[in-house]
């Protein structure tokens, strides 16, 4: 069991570039989540897939962002033309069908400057 | 938008003592689950307890949930100076798979 690994673990990015993230969950692991976690803050849900389809996504989740898991195996989240608002932790999480625990990755830390 | 509240909101104790932290919530749920963050990083997963659960032991860990008032509580008995972190409750609402997290309590430990 290696857990989720994310990647970069940090952005700099200025506004109004694209940026993509990449999420690889723990192998056996069938659902994926995105979530967000501002300064202070616990996460917000962003979006939610079930192998390849995606089941679920936040009204935080604005026409800017898009999320894919290609194969129902990794993940990414792109945002595009970003913005200083966008500036947080950006988390990725998994688990398995027969549990409701979700496991975390470290995060991916943009900055929008 | 948050789930419930969190109390304390920062939590600064003696190695040794024991640490209550509380979480409610405001809609029916399926499950609750505690998790604790080091600075800067990801969640880990502690303890999840059932809707018809009251307590769940783990460890020094102890939650307690009351589905009538919708809260739990969170009791790390013993602390240690490695059990500093911020403490979130999530809760996971009927037919649903996201969980929806409190805005969590700092709690930290003094050797």
């Known amino acids: 069991d290696t857990g989720v690994s994310q990647n970069p673990r940090h952005k700099i990015t200025k506004r109004g570039q694209n940026v993509t993230f990449r999420c690889d969950p723990i192998s056996e692991h069938n659902r994926l989540y995105w979530y967000r976690q501002t300064l202070g803050q616990g996460p917000e849900f962003l979006t939610y897939f079930q192998n390849e389809a995606q089941l679920e996504k936040s009204r935080l989740l604005s026409d800017r962002f898009s999320a894919e898991r290609p194969k129902g195996s990794f993940s990414t989240l792109e945002i595009q033309r970003t913005e200083q608002g966008d500036s947080a932790m950006y988390l990725c999480?998994?688990?398995?069908?027969?549990?409701?625990?979700?496991?975390f990755g470290p995060g991916t830390r943009l900055t929008v400057t | 938008s948050q789930q419930g509240e969190e109390d304390p909101q920062a939590l600064s104790i003696q190695e040794g003592e024991n640490a209550t932290m509380n979480c409610s919530y405001k809609t029916s749920i399926n499950n609750l689950q505690w998790y604790r963050q080091n600075s800067g990083r990801g969640l880990v997963h502690l303890i999840l307890?059932?809707?018809?659960?009251r307590e769940k032991h783990s460890g020094r860990l102890r939650v307690t949930l009351d589905t009538s008032k919708k809260s739990s509580s969170l009791l790390i008995t013993a602390s240690r100076a490695a059990d500093t972190a911020s403490y979130f409750c999530a809760t996971a609402i009927q037919g649903a798979q996201k969980l929806v997290f409190g805005q969590g309590t700092r709690l930290t430990i003094n050797p």
């Open positions: 307890i059932r809707s018809n659960e």
């Open positions: 999480a998994s688990s398995s069908y027969r549990g409701y625990e979700q496991y």
